[in-house]
């Protein structure tokens, strides 16, 4: 019914950047809120970022000043854009999101497979 699909994580050196995509696919009427979270391994899952319907934006301590997230409610996507990442940006980052689906005509909390990330110091 509804599916997110990530893209854009890859290799990359400290110091470096990179443009993680995620789009929202289905029988979607409304997107509310929209994010980005990260798992490293044996950590638990963190916020990374999130994004509501009406453009305001809150950020995981760790990422203030470096990482952007912006969406295209257009496109029913959501961006996140990783300036200065370090080694220990390194995870797997999951999209996340709150959709209103004709399909049940509720909203349910949504999640993509994920992508990873690895920045090489």
């Known amino acids: 019914q509804v599916q997110l699909v990530e893209s854009g994580g890859g290799l990359v050196q400290a110091g470096g950047s990179l443009r993680l995509s995620c789009a929202a696919s289905g029988i979607i009427f409304n997107i509310n809120d929209m994010g980005w979270y990260r798992q490293a391994p044996g950590k638990q899952r963190e916020l990374v970022a999130r994004?509501?319907?009406?453009?305001?934006?809150n950020y995981g301590d760790s990422v203030k000043g470096r990482f952007t997230i912006s969406r295209d409610n257009a496109k029913n996507t959501v961006y996140l854009q990783m300036n200065g990442l370090k080694p220990e940006d390194t995870a797997v980052y999951y999209c996340?999101?709150?959709?209103?689906?004709?399909?049940?005509?509720?909203?349910?909390?949504?999640w993509g497979k994920g992508t990873l990330v690895t920045v090489s110091s």
């Open positions: 996340n999101a709150e959709i209103f689906t004709t399909a049940t005509f509720r909203s349910g909390n949504y």
């Open positions: 994004v509501t319907g009406g453009g305001s934006t």
